[in-house]
């Protein structure tokens, strides 16, 4: 270190003590100095109940992971039973904090009371989305790794939870692939919108594909076609849920299949062929585009199964025959 840098040092160090003098001196800071050493056992209760707090939540956290990545199937109770946990000893600090801050219990009652109302008057929203998250919590409607869809709001899947917010990975609402984009959604949605919860029991739905055909195609082939084209895709599949869920009594009262359902219907130019089929949710996208790729396949294959499609039909007609008309 040079003469020059040591100066400069000596220089900062006599306006630092200058500084701090002043302030002394302006703010009377050993009024408050003395203060906080007549209150110097509360404040040091209140550090090691705070420290205490943190301590336990960040070992609790670290359990509640490993415990979450042994068990890949229960991850997301194990996560949501460690949020569950954090707040609880959050409010635990809160409470032994007021019980050292406040010897006399009635002034402690009436000063919660006071706090308590002018908190929900300003708070109203915050304090809904917490209603909601503790519904959630304890009604276990919604979970992590759940695919909702929310009205007004989309689709996605749940992929974390706090006091305030839900956070969804959202989707494409037709094909389901992933958008890239977060959804956060309020709790407070739990008491204001129509949520559809699409894994809730059992990650299987039933999907319909329709296929339109022109009038002058094979009818017969054409349902061919799409039945033999779903059922090679989740034919497999649906035969062992059938044989799992027939066992079920509380599910024989609902329909079954252990094959794809084929529906026929016409429209105005065409008519159309429907396959409805169980398949997993998180699978339909793929499920569904194998489905159309065996069909045109098929499809190309036949000389008289044609597609139907938006398009103009002239008719002409000879001389003669407008002459015989």
């Not at 899947?157 to 494409?172: G, I, K, R």
């Not at 061919?224 to 779903?230: G, M, Q």
């Amino acid at each position: 270190m040079n003469i020059d840098s040591r100066v400069k040092l000596g220089i900062k160090i006599v306006l630092l003590v200058i500084l701090l003098h002043s302030l002394i001196s302006i703010f009377n800071l050993n009024a408050y100095l003395n203060l906080l050493l007549q209150y110097k056992n509360q404040i040091i209760i209140a550090v090691i109940i705070i420290l205490s707090g943190l301590i336990i939540i960040d070992i609790s956290s670290e359990l509640f992971k490993k415990y979450a990545q042994k068990n890949v199937e229960k991850a997301g109770e194990y996560l949501t039973l460690n949020y569950i946990f954090k707040y609880f000893v959050y409010f635990c600090i809160i409470l032994m904090l007021f019980s050292v801050v406040y010897q006399n219990v009635s002034s402690l009652v009436v000063s919660v009371g006071l706090i308590g109302a002018a908190i929900t008057y300003a708070l109203q929203k915050p304090i809904l989305n917490f209603a909601g998250w503790l519904v959630i919590l304890y009604t276990r409607t919604i979970k992590i790794g759940d695919r909702i869809y929310i009205k007004n709001v989309g689709i996605g899947d749940v992929f974390d939870f706090d006091t305030q917010h839900m956070y969804l990975s959202e989707l494409n609402s037709e094909t389901h692939d992933p958008t890239g984009k977060v959804l956060i959604v309020p709790n407070s949605y739990i008491f204001t919108s129509s949520i559809e919860n699409l894994t809730r029991g059992t990650p299987y739905i039933w999907d319909t594909i329709t296929i339109h055909f022109t009038y002058d195609s094979n009818v017969e082939k054409a349902e061919n076609i799409v039945f033999e084209s779903t059922n090679e895709v989740v034919g497999d599949l649906m035969k062992k849920l059938y044989e799992k869920w027939s066992k079920r009594k509380y599910l024989t009262s609902g329909y079954l299949s252990d094959k794809p359902i084929i529906r026929i219907g016409i429209t105005r130019s065409s008519f159309y062929v429907k396959a409805i089929y169980l398949v997993n949710i998180y699978e339909k996208a793929e499920a569904k585009t194998k489905i159309l790729k065996k069909i045109l396949e098929k499809v190309n294959r036949e000389n008289d199964v044609k597609f139907s499609y938006p398009h103009i039909k002239a008719v002409i007609e000879s001389e003669n025959n407008l002459k015989n008309t």
